[in-house]
């Protein structure tokens, strides 16, 4: 069956134990973590889980209707990516030299990313972006000397009406 | 006022009569609390048949079953029984004692993660932390197990939060509000009338009703629908007793274990009304089976059901008692006399008859005998192994109860499950069917049936091995045995007399009726021991 990636975006009781439960349902039942961030919203109660998942459309729907079940969670909505604004932050700290300093800002600046600490010989480099952009922006880098990276997981609302 | 007292509180004001469970220091100021009030305390012999027997208890009774334990082994014990109950949808609520709240995640004595280890086979969970909140976690506990699809709820409840005090009970009333849990009660009505012209212009319709129409409580409105309109109806094994066994809309048991009869059923249908069944691989041997060139209407209160296993062609979510009776509402024609005379033919012209070793008491006809020699409400509660498939494609439900454990297969189920049907039922006759391996797995129980005066009926059909296995080896390994040899079974008569309760035995079919007399008119506990064939198969591979 085809493959397809799903976003689903679930508010759920800001309380203790919700994450292992929410993460605990999907590696029971065999569903896929593509990639997950949590935070809390403008309610202090209620924070917003956004998960990225694939699978056949089967799963999908399974995975919609068992959150759904869930006595912590609020409301979950479910979308594509193409109906959606999606976002990932991505910090990467780099060794560089006299010789590619100049090529490193150039990427930057062609890619919308920030330095945002620096030292004689490292610099991090923050960006924000689509998940398609940040990982463009780690094959853009590959050439240089990468020391540490650290990216969320995809933040996505739907777009507006 | 305690915590603890609180606890007890909240189980009078939700209308317990009865619990099951265990002692330990960590439960201790439960249990003392318990003293005060005139709920019926059940000791069972290990934590594991607490659960069993409130199942049993909740099965028989309609109501929430509920148990209590201790921290730690006596925690991890009980999971068997929680997840036992999970499979089938049985509402209970589980009270586990945990170590104290301050010393919570640091490896103490007895300390283990319950809420943690339960998490996948709950429907819902509470370790609570604040002795304010047990009012309200009670009620929404007993609530969230008892409606929607119906499952049991655990309860973790730190010792210092049982000893601290409660400045007021608060006594919730009406149902609880909660903003992540509304359950679906009742069916879509344009889903309905969908159903419905297909039902007008449907040649073989036929439904076939799992655990979910009793537990609902709709076998009355199911059974109307079904005469009134001539649908015939097949049952998964967790829906035997939906209708009467003997009743002429009823063709039988699907499934890898069930009758051809049902089984062709399912095949030739054009139209099928799925109810209250997950449609598991032991209902339907491949999911894929009912799709073909059918209309597949299926119900279930789990919108997550609908489409799991099998693809639907007209969904409808909510609790079958409901939508039986909004069923009931509507006027319509559904005609389809050639389909039941078929099926009729089918039933006369299939005989699923097997081989028989005089020598031995024959399980079939032994199954049958014992039904029809049960009070017309008794309840039949059978257990895991050979002796579940021989009672399920044999035995005869009237107005009684078909009790076993279905989408766990949990062997030992049966004695801890009927001293729970007894006690909800004090005037009902109750008999466990079991086999000596699963006999083995809960005989301490008896201990717990007399200390309690509630005397059961033991049949335990003895083959000296693990049947089911011991029929599986042969078919996939060429009867190349292993670890299904139960060798020397302990003498029952003795045992018997040790726990000073009565014994019948049957060596073949000599005497049959007039044992099972003696057996079920018997006002004790007895055990009734039957020789079966050790190389006896429930099912003949040609069928």
Not at chain 1, 3 to 26: D, H, P, Q, T, W
Not at chain 2, 38 to 45: F, G, P
Not at chain 2, 415 to 438: E, W
Request: glycine share 8%.
């Amino acid at each position: 069956m085809k493959c397809m990636k799903k976003i689903y975006s679930v508010l759920v009781e800001n309380r203790s134990g919700v994450l292992s439960k929410v993460a605990g349902l999907f590696s029971r039942r065999c569903f896929n973590i593509d990639s997950l961030a949590v935070g809390e919203t403008e309610d202090k109660d209620i924070s917003c889980m956004t998960i990225v998942s694939s699978g056949d459309s089967r799963t999908l729907e399974q995975i919609e209707k068992q959150l759904n079940k869930k006595l912590d969670i609020i409301k979950v909505k479910t979308f594509d990516e193409s109906m959606s604004v999606s976002r990932e932050l991505m910090l990467i700290k780099v060794k560089y030299s006299k010789s590619n300093r100049r090529e490193i800002m150039e990427t930057c600046e062609a890619m919308k990313a920030d330095i945002v600490d620096m030292s004689k010989h490292q610099m991090i480099i923050q960006i924000c972006d689509t998940p398609e952009r940040t990982a463009l922006m780690i094959r853009l880098l590959s050439g240089i000397s990468i020391v540490e990276l650290a990216r969320t997981g995809t933040l996505a609302l739907l777009k507006c009406e | 006022m305690n915590g603890s007292d609180a606890m007890a509180k909240s189980l009078l004001n939700e209308g317990v009569d009865t619990i099951f469970g265990y002692s330990g220091v960590a439960i201790d100021p439960f249990w003392n609390s318990m003293r005060k009030t005139d709920i019926k305390q059940v000791l069972v012999r290990t934590e594991q048949n607490a659960g069993h027997a409130a199942s049993g208890y909740a099965r028989t009774s309609g109501k929430v079953g509920v148990c209590a334990v201790t921290s730690g082994p006596g925690a991890t014990n009980l999971l068997t029984g929680i997840a036992t109950a999970f499979a089938d949808s049985i509402p209970l609520v589980c009270i586990t004692g945990q170590v104290d709240s301050e010393l919570l995640g640091s490896d103490v004595f007895q300390e283990v993660d319950v809420t943690g280890a339960a998490e996948s086979f709950v429907k819902y969970s509470y370790l609570i932390k604040d002795v304010k909140d047990i009012p309200r976690v009670f009620h929404e506990a007993f609530y969230v197990a008892n409606t929607g699809r119906r499952g049991p709820v655990l309860i973790d409840v730190p010792i210092d939060i049982q000893m601290k005090r409660i400045p007021d009970y608060d006594e919730p009333e009406g149902d609880p509000k909660m903003r992540t849990y509304k359950p679906t009660v009742k069916g879509n009505s344009v889903q309905i009338k969908k159903v419905v012209k297909v039902l007008e212009s449907a040649k073989k319709p036929l439904i076939c009703c799992g655990g979910g129409v009793i537990l609902s409580g709709g076998t009355e409105e199911l059974k109307t629908f079904a005469e009134r309109h001539s649908i015939p109806v097949v049952s998964t094994m967790m829906g035997i007793g939906t209708l009467e066994s003997d009743h002429p809309m009823y063709y039988g048991m699907v499934g890898n274990n069930g009758h051809a009869l049902a089984n062709r059923a399912m095949r030739e249908c054009d139209t099928l009304i799925m109810v209250g069944a997950r449609v598991a691989d032991r209902a339907v041997s491949s999911p894929d089976l009912t799709l073909e060139g059918k209309v597949l209407i299926h119900m279930d209160v789990d919108p997550a059901e609908i489409g799991k296993n099998v693809g639907s062609t007209i969904p409808i979510v909510g609790d079958a008692k409901t939508i039986f009776d909004e069923f009931l509402t509507v006027d319509f024609e559904c005609k389809h006399e050639k389909w039941i005379a078929t099926l009729e033919e089918y039933r006369e012209s299939i005989h699923e008859e097997r081989p028989n070793n005089p020598d031995y008491v024959n399980p079939t006809e032994f199954v049958r005998k014992l039904s029809l020699a049960m009070e017309e409400d008794g309840i039949y509660v059978a257990d895991v192994g050979q002796n579940q498939l021989f009672s399920c494609r044999n035995v005869i439900i009237r107005k009684g109860k078909f009790l076993t454990s279905g989408g766990m297969g949990t062997m030992g189920y049966s004695i801890p499950a009927a001293m729970g049907a007894k006690a909800a039922a004090p005037d009902r006759q109750v008999v466990a069917v079991c086999g000596d391996g699963s006999f083995q797995m809960s005989m301490m129980e008896l201990a717990t049936a007399n200390q309690f005066d509630l005397p059961l009926k033991i049949v335990v059909m003895r083959n000296g091995f693990l049947g089911l296995v011991r029929e599986h080896q042969h078919f996939a390994y060429h009867d190349d045995y292993n670890m299904v040899d139960l060798g020397m079974d302990p003498d029952l008569n003795m045992l018997s007399k040790a726990y000073h309760i009565d014994y019948f035995r049957l060596e073949n079919m000599e005497g049959l009726d007039s044992t099972l007399k003696d057996f079920l008119d018997d006002g004790n506990s007895a055990i009734l021991e039957i020789l079966i064939d050790p190389m006896e198969t429930v099912v003949q591979r040609h069928s």
